[in-house]
T-cell receptor, first 113, second 117 residues
Framework: GENVEQHPSTLSVQEGDSAVIKCTYS??????FPWYKQELGKRPQLIID?????GEKKDQRIAVTLNKTAKHFSLHITETQPEDSAVYFC????????????FGQGTRLTINP | DGGITQSPKYLFRKEGQNVTLSCEQN?????MYWYRQDPGQGLRLIYY???????QKGDIAEGYSVSREKKESFPLTVTSAQKNPTAFYLC????????????????FGPGTRLTVL
C-alpha cells in the first residue's frame, strides 16, 4: 500500500521568510496530493492540492510542486506570517470513487516575529 | 462552521466499555471517512463508506465498527477490543469522483477527543 514520508517534523522560520515542507510517496499509481493545515485543537483544512497531470500549482503565497518521476511533492509558503503557524499534513491518494488518503506525519511550522 | 459535525467533543470511557462517536453531514456527500490522530502522527484511516449500507476497512480497522444507515450519518463504535483507544477522532466527507466534479476535497468535522480512564 501507499506510504507517505514528510520532512521536517518541525520547522521554525522568521516572519517574512519562506518555508518548504517536503513529502515522498511510494505508490506510483497515486494521482492526487492535497495539503492540509491544522491549527491547535481544530480540524484539518485543505489549503491546496495538486493532481498528477500538473507539475506546479500556486495560490497567492502558497505553492505546491510535484515530481512524479522522483515521487515527491513539496509545499512552499512565501512571505510567512504569524497566522501561518500550524501543523501541516501532506497526503496522497488514488482517486477511485471514494478518496483513500494516506497522510504524512505532519510538520509543525512556527513563524517567529 | 456547519456542514459536518461530530459529537461529543470530549468523551471518557472506562476500560471494557464500548462507546459510539457521532458524525453527521448536511453537504449531500456520498463518501464519509473516519480517521484517528495520535500526537506527533498523521491521520490514519479507520473505515470509509461510499454509499448507504456499504463500508470498507481502512488501515487500522481492528477494534472499531461502523454503520451507514443514512447518507447523512456515519457513527463509529470503539469497542473494548481496541487496545489503545485514547486518541483524537476525525470524521470527514467528500463527493465521489464520477459525478462530473473535478474537485474532491475532504471536509473534516471538529473531532472527538476520546480518553480511556
Amino acid at each position: 500500500g501507499e506510504n507517505v514520508e514528510q520532512h521536517p517534523s518541525t520547522l521554525s522560520v522568521q516572519e517574512g521568510d519562506s518555508a518548504v515542507i517536503k513529502c515522498t510517496y511510494s505508490d506510483s499509481a497515486s494521482n492526487y496530493f492535497p495539503w492540509y493545515k491544522q491549527e491547535l485543537g481544530k480540524r484539518p483544512q485543505l489549503i491546496i492540492d495538486i493532481r498528477s497531470n500538473v507539475g506546479e500549482k500556486k495560490d497567492q503565497r502558497i505553492a505546491v510542486t510535484l515530481n512524479k518521476t522522483a515521487k515527491h511533492f513539496s509545499l512552499h509558503i512565501t512571505e510567512t506570517q504569524p497566522e501561518d503557524s500550524a501543523v501541516y499534513f501532506c497526503a496522497a491518494s488514488i482517486i477511485q470513487g471514494a478518496q483513500k488518503l494516506v497522510f504524512g506525519q505532519g510538520t509543525r511550522l512556527t513563524i517567529n516575529p | 462552521d456547519g456542514g459536518i459535525t461530530q459529537s461529543p467533543k470530549y468523551l471518557f470511557r472506562k476500560e471494557g466499555q464500548n462507546v459510539t462517536l457521532s458524525c453527521e453531514q448536511n453537504l449531500n456527500h456520498d463518501a464519509m471517512y473516519w480517521y484517528r490522530q495520535d500526537p506527533g502522527q498523521g491521520l490514519r484511516l479507520i473505515y470509509y463508506s461510499q454509499i448507504v449500507n456499504d463500508f470498507q476497512k481502512g488501515d487500522i480497522a481492528e477494534g472499531y465498527s461502523v454503520s451507514r444507515e443514512k447518507k447523512e450519518s456515519f457513527p463509529l463504535t470503539v469497542t473494548s477490543a481496541q487496545k489503545n483507544p485514547t486518541a483524537f477522532y476525525l470524521c470527514a466527507s467528500s463527493t465521489l469522483i464520477g459525478r462530473g466534479l473535478a474537485y474532491n476535497e475532504q471536509f473534516f468535522g471538529p473531532g472527538t477527543r476520546l480518553t480511556v480512564l
